[in-house]
């Protein structure tokens, strides 16, 4: 018998609201197979299994809100399980096999894709056949161009999620939706879903813990862009994602966290804990709230390598994939609202965290060089610090790292 329990989807979380069961008491389940829904301030995911056979009880009911590590449900593994006439059952992926039929007429001959060059695992070979992927069309980046699980998830990611189309590709905004019919109530009432009411606990709760500051720094990123216009092509055909450029602020500011490593603390209480592992979150926005998932040791990735790590996370936060490992242990975090035409925010910090950046959109703006009216490629980020643990002075020391990185930007992107 195999206990299922409440798993913890981030530092912080203490509890998770059981959402939705996706098996019932007595059917078959695989090891892996999703078992139920939760929805935490971080997240709104699907649990799997963690072991194969039966569901042999439910002990938590749709919509209650237990702690972690709590029992949910318990499995009678396959093997355990006794059919009939006393034998174990067989895994639901072996069933009886059905009566052969007459083979149908043989099909034309066609050419099979070509075999790519190079071992492959038994992994990547399942991950193929499980999502119908020619190998053939999968640039190995292992060693002697042998392709790993990771070519497999970037294939995924990059099918999962398509650039969007070019700016004069776009359809019209849509029109004005309908006004309520006459007579209709004034008012409509609805109740907050559990994610969003742990998000708007766990921002109360911030505002509450830490003296929030903000510094706001004009960054002129025109030789990131060049960069990133310069290897966009190139990356889309190598890696198959898109090159933006997330992937240089978080270097840049993994990079000034090297530097100035107390915006890479936290506070537990009156102490402060200062971590060797510079791990950054990157807020990701879904339909129905918001997630951050972390990239761990982000200072060891190149561009390229942090790329790949955001759009696989990014893409499986909005297919409800990430695992509970995936949203915990942040260190510093950096959220784009540029990317939906702001110019500047003031984010709030995620705790336990000091500090967190936050990017407005890249845009092109006459400014003055010596002296001279010149067209840059200007962007304002801000910061919001704990000024119980950080100064004025120190997160302007950081920010102005962080702009000197990117403003001498010389480092090959490939």
């Known amino acids: 018998m195999t206990d299922v329990v409440m798993p913890q989807m981030g530092e912080s979380i203490v509890e998770g609201t059981l959402t939705k069961w996706l098996k019932k008491p007595g059917e078959r389940i695989e090891r892996d197979e999703p078992l139920f829904e939760i929805s935490t301030d971080k997240v709104d995911t699907e649990i799997p299994s963690p072991a194969a056979g039966v569901v042999s009880e439910i002990l938590v ?21 006794a059919g009939p006439e006393g034998t174990p059952l067989p895994p639901a992926s072996s069933p009886e096999p059905p009566a052969p039929e007459p083979p149908p007429p043989a099909p034309e001959p066609a050419p099979a894709p070509a075999e790519p060059s190079g071992p492959l695992s038994p992994l990547v070979r399942k991950l193929a056949r499980e999502h119908n992927i020619d190998l053939s069309q999968v640039k190995g980046t292992g060693a002697g161009g042998r392709i790993t699980k990771q070519d497999v998830e970037a294939r995924l990611a990059s099918a999962a999620a398509p ?15 309908p006004l309520p019919p006459a007579g209709a109530p004034r008012t409509r009432i609805e109740p907050m879903s559990a994610m969003r009411m742990k998000i708007a606990e766990h921002m109360v709760l911030s505002k509450r813990t830490s003296a929030h500051v903000t510094t706001i720094h004009r960054v002129d990123m025109t030789k990131v862009a060049r960069m990133r216009e310069r290897y966009k092509a190139d990356f889309q055909a190598s890696y198959g994602f898109s090159l933006t450029f997330m992937p240089f602020l978080a270097r840049a500011a993994a990079v000034a966290l090297r530097h100035f490593p107390l915006l890479n603390a936290s506070l537990d209480g009156n102490n402060i804990i200062h971590h060797n592992e510079i791990n950054i979150g990157i807020a990701v926005a879904l339909e129905n709230g918001l997630i951050v998932p972390v990239v761990r040791g982000a200072d060891e990735k190149t561009v390229a390598g ?13 297919s409800r994939q990430l695992k509970p490992d995936e949203v ?24 336990p965290q000091v500090a967190i950046m936050g990017v407005g959109t890249v845009e092109k703006t006459p400014v003055v060089i010596d002296d001279a009216i010149a067209i840059r490629s200007i962007c304002l980020l801000s910061l919001s610090f704990d000024h119980r643990l950080i100064d004025g002075a120190l997160a302007d020391q950081f920010m102005s790292k962080v702009k000197q990185v990117l403003e001498g930007w010389s480092e090959e992107v490939l």
Not at 163 to 177: E, H, K, S, V, W
Not at 306 to 315: G, Y
Not at 329 to 345: K, M, Q
Request: charged share 15%; proline share 14%.
């Open 61 to 81: 009911e749709e919509g209650k809100t237990v702690g972690i590590n709590t029992v949910v449900a318990r499995i009678k593994e396959f093997g355990t399980v």
């Open 328 to 351: 915990q242990g942040g260190t510093f975090s950096i959220t784009n609202f540029g990317s939906y035409g702001s110019l500047v925010g003031t984010p709030i910090i995620n705790q």
């Open 306 to 318: 942090l790329q790949r790590a955001i759009v696989d996370l990014a893409t499986r936060a909005r």
């Open 163 to 177: 650039p969007p189309p070019p700016l004069a590709a776009m359809p019209p905004m849509p029109p004005m939706p």
